[in-house]
């Protein structure tokens, strides 16, 4: 099955610096990636997703790129404000196979 | 986006007992729903796999007569969790994806239930 590894853990950003936070993933097939964002106690909101017919996707601060050679792809989130920190996933899947969460990344802004 | 309303948000219970959750999609159609556990700052495991009209597809290490899964209609599904104990107590979360679109597309996510097992 689907194994996703997703780095760093925790992540301490100054307020108005970028983010990067990265996964990797081991089934080749997989060709969905969508990011969660996650604040305590609330459901999962999606704020972006790739498919893996394309590179990179960018909506307005946030942009994910995806690197099927690698296996790998990224969160990038650009000018970070307060509201920002939160937990992030990444997810993986292939079809309508069942996602695959990674660990999840603690971001915290300071400001 | 679509919307998929789970119920109850928070549930307190007696150690022994039985807990239902719903799930349920609110504006479209959604032949599979999954439902996840969550313990404090860790990822969302999977539980089980909601298909509607057959049974569902339970993850290694759940216990599938602990966890009651129901999924009668196209746009609810249930969980039961019985005789609850302590180590039950955590966020379950149910997510459904919409089964008139491809494959590939967001899943959306219920609000969660935090269950506490006293």
């Known amino acids: 099955g689907e194994n996703v590894e997703q780095h760093p853990s925790t992540l301490s950003v100054q307020e108005g610096d970028s983010a990067v936070i990265k996964c990797t993933y081991s089934d080749s097939a997989s060709n969905y990636f969508p990011w969660y964002k996650q604040e305590l106690g609330k459901r999962p909101q999606l704020i972006i997703d790739?498919?893996?017919?394309?590179g990179e996707k960018k909506d307005q601060r946030i942009a994910v790129t995806l690197n099927k050679t690698a296996k790998h792809f990224s969160l990038h989130i650009t000018e970070t404000q307060p509201e920002d920190s939160a937990v992030y996933f990444c997810?993986?899947?292939?079809?309508?196979?069942?996602?695959?969460f990674g660990t999840g990344t603690r971001l915290t802004i300071i400001p | 986006g679509a919307v998929v309303s789970q119920h109850p948000s928070w549930v307190i219970c007696k150690s022994g007992t039985s807990v239902k959750i719903e799930c349920r999609s609110l504006d479209f159609q959604a032949t599979t729903m999954f439902w996840y556990r969550q313990f404090p700052k860790q990822s969302l495991m999977l539980m089980a796999t909601?298909?509607?009209?057959?049974?569902?597809?339970?993850e290694q290490g759940v216990e599938k007569d602990k966890f009651l899964i129901n999924h009668a209609s196209l746009t609810l599904s249930t969980l039961t969790v019985t005789s609850a104990h302590p180590e039950d107590s955590s966020f379950y979360i149910c997510?459904?994806?919409?089964?008139?679109?491809?494959?590939?597309?967001?899943?959306?996510f219920g609000q969660g239930t935090r269950l506490t097992v006293v």
């Open positions: 909601s298909n509607e009209g057959s049974k569902a597809t339970y």
């Open positions: 790739i498919r893996s017919n394309v």
């Open positions: 997510s459904a994806r919409d089964g008139g679109a491809p494959g590939n597309t967001e899943a959306f």
């Open positions: 997810a993986a899947k292939f079809g309508n196979e069942k996602l695959t």
